[in-house]
């Protein structure tokens, strides 16, 4: 089967998706693999998947020209769609270019990450497409119909981060794909992931002879990092002797409260060598981390359908993260075991939730991209989406079409 991937441009998250599950297709499946996305090459350079393979989609952005706006209110648009201009050149133009890419390249299947309104354009023009499910809450008319138009859907993350108030049918209907990360590189020892910050600590505030102060990195995506640096001034005030690391963007009168900010290519060895990581809960950086015995700490980013905080909220329900208030919490009752390096002095170790060991990291890493590899092997091994849908698909699932 032909397969096209849909990817918002919100963020770089949904591309990076796409390249990851690409990655696990052979060369010449992979070469036949259509992508169509409104993010510049710019916002998001594809590392599996070639430029000549990628449709740059028009945006969608309303005109002064429009009949109609793209909420127009009750009676004024339809329940099963989230955004629909009237007379809109621009989305004139990309469902066009749609539309006319799947018939040019004989596309069997597309797989949508995300788009109510693609959904739909797929469905009415009779295009078989797989729907991506976010964590988050998404019970609006809108989702459950392109979930219900959809030939399944697929999950992203593990069926354990499943939200409590997901439908049962949309459940039953839903792949789960656990979290994909990239091909896993070697891991680096301790004494290397020194160096690198003795590299990244240009200002030398350190001596790296000495024990080491409790290393707590904060992560942080561009999709929004103002909450989690707002809480710089707090964490600095909570662990005074901690080394502070700070990865991705930062506001300048922040940086102050840190010892190092930077942004790498690579932030696994800092995942894997810190005591603590403060994150927020963007699909991408949970993979990445989920799955190494360093405690969590989350602030979920205010998100539509509130799902940055429902991911959290499982997290901390697994005992596989703490919450702000719990971390502060944790630190004020061990306030007076804190040696001067800022280490419990009755465990010699942070004080962490309940946590996946270490030494099983490459095997959980392993049966993390199972599901997935199956997935996308299964999409190789069938001549038309018919079979693949009834002989592969439908035994997957705990739902049938009534026929």
Not at 316 to 331: M, N
Request: glycine share 4%; net charge negative; aromatic share 8%.
């Amino acid at each position: 089967m032909r397969l096209g991937y849909y990817a918002h441009h919100h963020g770089s998250g949904h591309c990076r998706q796409i390249d990851k599950l690409a990655a696990l297709l052979p060369a010449d499946v992979r070469r036949q693999l259509i992508v169509f996305t409104s993010l510049s090459r710019d916002d998001y350079d594809f590392t599996a998947v070639d430029e000549t393979q990628i449709v740059r989609l028009q945006a969608e952005d309303e005109c002064a020209d429009d009949v109609l706006k793209g909420r127009a209110g009750e009676h004024w648009q339809p329940d099963s769609l989230h955004y629909s201009p009237v007379g809109n050149s621009n989305i004139q133009r990309r469902s066009h270019q749609i539309l006319d890419t799947v018939y040019q390249h004989h596309i069997d299947l597309m797989i949508i990450d995300v788009s109510v309104e693609v959904a739909m354009l797929c469905r009415a023009a009779s295009i078989p497409y797989l729907y991506i499910r976010l964590p988050g809450i998404r019970d609006d008319t809108p989702h459950l119909n392109a979930f219900a138009g959809a030939l399944a859907l697929l999950a992203p993350y593990p069926r354990l981060l499943e939200a409590a108030m997901t439908p049962e049918w949309v459940g039953k209907k839903t792949l789960y794909l656990d979290f994909i990360n990239a091909v896993q590189q070697k891991e680096l020892t301790y004494n290397e992931f020194i160096k690198i910050l003795v590299k990244l600590d240009a200002s030398n505030s350190k001596d790296w002879k000495e024990a080491p102060h409790t290393i707590i990195t904060v992560i942080k995506g561009y999709g929004g990092h103002q909450a989690i640096d707002m809480k710089l001034p707090e964490l600095r005030q909570l662990l005074p002797n901690a080394f502070i690391i700070s990865l991705g963007p930062i506001n300048d009168n922040m940086r102050c409260h840190v010892d190092i900010a930077a942004q790498v290519n690579d932030v696994i060895p800092f995942i894997q060598h810190s005591d603590y990581l403060l994150m927020a809960c963007g699909l991408n950086a949970v993979a990445q981390a989920y799955n190494y015995a360093t405690p969590l700490i989350v602030l979920p980013d205010e998100r539509p359908h509130q799902e940055q905080d429902v991911m959290a909220q499982a997290l901390i329900d697994q005992e596989r993260a703490l919450s702000w208030q719990q971390f502060k919490t944790l630190l004020s009752h061990k306030q007076s075991h804190i040696d001067p390096n800022g280490l419990p002095t009755n465990t010699a170790q942070p004080v962490q939730p309940k946590l996946i060991s270490k030494s099983n990291n490459a095997n959980r890493n392993r049966d993390c991209l199972t599901a997935a590899q199956e997935f996308m092997n299964s999409t190789t091994e069938y001549p038309t989406t018919k079979a693949w849908f009834e002989k592969w698909l439908l035994p997957q699932l705990e739902l049938n079409p009534d026929y």
